[in-house]
């Protein structure tokens, strides 16, 4: 569950605090690796995979690959952190898993905010799509090659 913590932050007091973006994509009516995701903080990127048994079984994890995050790839994130336009958008966007079609999020936690925004698979919205396109990226790197 999200929740957000309002406070008397300015997106410069998250940039400067320690927090973590998470990243990710889910399949409800899904067999195999039906859920993904990365969380990325200034010293490392871990990507874990879930895979679904079929008939309500709870998923299991199936891969956890973890790598380290170089200063200049922490700040690239960085700079396409928006705290005002993140926190300013809706818990839910769309209708994300509805008809099969997937949903994705991005998550951002700090010891001011947690803010949770879950949206249709592959249309972010505008204000951090950026952000999602170069989550995404991070999460491909650490995925097993088939």
Do not use: H
Request: with cysteine.
């Amino acid at each position: 569950m999200a929740f957000m913590i309002i406070t008397g932050c300015s997106q410069g007091d998250i940039i400067k605090s320690n927090y973590t973006i998470k990243s990710g994509s889910s399949f409800g009516m899904c067999v195999g690796p039906c859920f993904q995701e990365v969380s990325v903080n200034e010293s490392q990127a871990v990507l874990r995979i879930r895979e679904n048994k079929g008939e309500g079984g709870l998923s299991e994890l199936k891969v956890e690959n973890k790598r380290a995050v170089s200063p200049q790839e922490w700040g690239e994130i960085q700079s396409l952190v928006n705290q005002e336009a993140i926190t300013a958008l809706p818990k839910v966007i769309g209708c994300p898993d509805c008809a099969d079609g997937g949903a994705e999020w991005i998550e951002i936690q700090s010891p001011g905010l947690v803010k949770k925004v879950t949206f249709e698979y592959g249309q972010p919205p505008a204000q951090i799509k950026e952000l999602v396109d170069r989550l995404r990226e991070t999460r491909e790197s650490l995925s097993p090659q088939e």
